[in-house]
């Protein structure tokens, strides 16, 4: 009778002691430098794109005059002390070089900060993905899966956010909205409002 008293109590301790088991994620936006010789460039405000980073090969048949291949990842660092999971997400936004390119027509700087806008924009996406992490509610047998389902739905919602900016814009035509967006996002990402 005592030994099934005490292998009850050692399963309660077990299952207790899975049951206590908590996850903490912290997510922040990692401060990346690019190397000038590669592909990759990694958002900063310091250094705004130039039109020299463009080195794709124009789609000639396409309507755009220019596009921007920029996106937004993470890497991930787990830690498991005694009963706690430990998870650093660091979030970075990234331009491709290569499979960024302009026509030879797209060479102002109102069209550069057009293509900027985009960079900036996904840069927003990586910020919503770093708060959304945060607010997200983690277990020990589903930390993986959220951490995918809240970048797939961030992702989306940033690419919706970037075609809403060209459909408004009219990818840059409709200079009124173009002088619109310039301002809400040189404003979001504290830069200096340039007079239209």
Not at 53 to 58: L, N, R, T, V
Not at 146 to 160: G, Q, S
Request: hydrophobic residues 35%; glycine residues 6%; aromatic residues 12%.
């Amino acid at each position: 009778m005592t030994r099934k008293i005490s292998l009850l109590i050692s399963l309660c301790l077990i299952a207790a002691l899975g049951f206590s088991q908590r996850v903490y994620v912290n997510a922040y936006i990692q401060d990346k430098v690019s190397n000038p010789l590669s592909d990759t460039i990694y958002y900063s405000l310091e250094r705004p794109l130039g039109w020299g980073d463009f080195q794709g090969a124009a789609e000639e048949d396409s309507d755009a005059g220019a596009v921007t291949s920029s996106g937004f990842g993470y890497g991930a660092g787990i830690t498991i002390k005694g009963n706690d999971i430990y998870i650093n997400l660091a979030v970075y936004t990234y331009f491709s070089r290569s499979r960024s390119w302009r026509k030879p027509a797209i060479h102002t700087a109102y069209h550069l900060e057009h293509e900027q806008h985009h960079f900036d924009i996904t840069m927003l996406g990586a910020e919503r993905f770093c708060d959304a992490i945060k607010k997200a509610h983690f277990t020990k047998d589903n930390y993986k899966q959220v951490i995918d389902e809240v970048f797939e739905k961030m992702f989306k919602e940033n690419t919706d956010l970037q075609d809403r900016y060209d459909n408004d814009t009219e990818h840059s035509i409709n200079k009124d909205r173009q002088y619109a967006w310039n301002n809400r996002i040189n404003e979001i990402m504290g830069r200096s409002v340039a007079a239209q």
